[in-house]
């Protein structure tokens, strides 16, 4: 197992990082209450395990499937994380070699077997991660080559992360419709006068601003979405989120690390985590759907689902028909700094249950938490690289938690590197990449060639 470790990780016990997480470590625990632990979930704890700063948690257990691939001996050295491959079952099938499936570098996909029943049968065997079933779960790790890997890199920061598509930053500031990423070249060419972004609420008379009503914040009822209910989902009121009354002009510079989505295709409003379909759509990129439309078409589904016993509801086994029917019309990019992560969640609000949720890792690596229908089951930790691809799909995948602990400090691949080569602006994207990962994450919300609006007015 690589266990090389960089001058300053969090293995070393006599670099910066290490003593100062030693330091915040013993400090926070002489404020912890006693027994907080006792009442969190598995899947709470999994997610303290993988967060905690000091000691470093232990990877032994998380599976790594980089480790089959001799070729990315220097990019597991990176940081000294390294994970396991002999933790959690799992089985390969070779990539099927049609023409969508060529451009791939990889040539194996793995998958989690399927054996009804027996996580209740073994709920309460003594390893439970090894009897944690996901039918639908497929890993293609190093599925994108080294290039494709930059170009989805410029593509998620220069050309996606602008108007039309909404960001995180837009609710607060106002962003020029060329984008952030711009915005931050420009501030570096001339840092001694950089333009700073406004805060947005400065632009709007301050009456219109919608104020949330006082007292406990409303719960979100997040229903899943279905055929029957996805037209009462969406014509309830969607506001746009308030932006801030408090923030202050920042330059695109500190901006950048505070980017954290980008939307793709249909508007999603994250205060009621329904799609707002009133707003129209956004056609997905043809690159994105490319590279989601080709790793499904390598899959041989029949192969992953071949014990399978799921209920797929009244129009059966949908994966039977995915070459034709899969087309991806909504997702997001995410952006994580090294502290970033993400909560357990399901994603439920697509109409499309069942179809495949593609999501691409860029950068830094991450440790991927995926479990079961609650938080009560213990997850399955992965570590996901930069080019690996997962494909979440059927009704008990897709609609499993999952979530992201960790982004690994220093684990930016060699492949990044600025070489002579190389455009002149290469080095900003491989200086930002450094302390980042990026997730373009892409889902179906309808079927192929369903247009809602067409049925609401046919209503
Ligand atoms: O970053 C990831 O790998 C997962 C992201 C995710 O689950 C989401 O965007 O819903
Ligand atoms: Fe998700």
Redesign the pocket.
Known sequence: MASACTHDDAHNTTSPTYKKAKKRYLKTIGNRPQNQESDWTPFRAAEKKFKARFPPPDLSRVLDLAVYDDSRATELARGGWGGAIDCVEHRAIPLLSSANATKSVSKVAFTFPSVPGLIEQDFFAQNPIDTLRLPGLVLLPGYLSHQDQRDLVRWSLRDHARYPNETNLDTHYLIPETGLWDAYLHALQDVSHPDELQPKASSIPIETVPVEKPGPRQLISNEAADKNNYLELSSTAKLPPPPSLTVKPASPISLLPKLRWANIGWYYHWSSKQYDFARGKIEVSEVIKGVCQRAVGSVDWEEVYRDDQSDWGPDGPGWKDWQETYEPDAG?V?F?QTKDT?MA?V?RSEVCATSPLV?I?LGCA?I?LIGGDTRDTEPIPIL?RSGDV?IMSGPGCRRAY???PRILENTLPPHFDVLDEDPQDWKFYQEYLRTT?V?I?VRQVFPKDFDPQFESEGQ
């Open positions: 997001i995410n994580y993400l969640h994603d999501s890792s991450a991927f996901l997962v999952h979530g992201v990962r997730n994450n």
